[in-house]
C-alpha cells in the first residue's frame, strides 16, 4: 500500500473547484460559487454557475472513488434549477456534457483521468487517498 493522503472539507472544496472550472470552461461556464460537504459516506456539493450570462443553481449529493484511472461519482442525486424550472440533475448533465473522457451509466459518472491513486476512502469528514506505491507526497 502506498502513501496516504487526508483532505479535509476545505482541501476537498478547492482540488474540486479547480478540476470543475477546468471542465466547465469547454462550455463557456463560470463557477461562481461551490459549497462542499462532507456527510458520513457522500458528498453534498452546492453551486451557483454563470452560463450565458443566466445564474444556474445546482444541488447534488454523490459518493467519490477512484478505480481504473477513473474518478467515479455514484449514486447522483440532484437537480438543476433555474428561475422556476427544475431538471434532474443526471439527465441534464447527459445532455449538456459531451465529453470522450466521460462514460455514463445509470446514476453514475465516470471521468477518465490517470493519477497516481490506488483508492479514495470518505470518513470522518475527510477524503482519505492512498497514493500508489512508488509515488510520493512532498511535505
Known amino acids: 500500500m ?5 483532505l479535509n472539507e476545505a482541501e476537498m472544496q478547492i482540488g474540486l ?5 477546468s471542465v466547465l470552461k ?5 463557477l461562481q460559487e461551490m459549497n462542499l460537504k462532507i ?7 452546492t453551486s451557483v454557475v454563470l452560463y ?3 445564474h444556474v ?3 447534488c449529493e454523490f459518493n467519490l472513488k477512484y478505480e481504473n484511472q477513473h474518478f467515479v461519482f455514484e449514486n447522483i442525486q440532484g437537480k438543476v434549477e433555474y428561475l422556476f424550472l427544475q431538471f434532474p440533475i443526471m439527465s441534464f448533465l447527459k445532455s449538456f456534457l459531451q465529453d470522450s473522457h466521460i462514460i455514463w451509466k445509470d446514476n453514475q459518472i465516470q ?3 490517470d493519477l497516481p491513486i ?4 470518505l470518513e470522518d469528514g475527510q477524503l482519505q487517498v492512498i497514493l500508489k506505491n512508488n509515488q510520493s507526497v512532498s511535505p
Open 17 to 21: 473547484s479547480f478540476i470543475l472550472q
Open 2 to 6: 502506498g502513501d496516504m493522503v487526508i
Open 111 to 113: 471521468y477518465e483521468i
Open 52 to 54: 450565458n450570462q443566466y
Open 118 to 121: 490506488e483508492s479514495l476512502n
Open 39 to 45: 456527510k458520513e459516506d457522500h458528498l453534498l456539493l
Open 26 to 30: 469547454k462550455y463557456d461556464v463560470v
Open 57 to 59: 443553481d445546482v444541488l
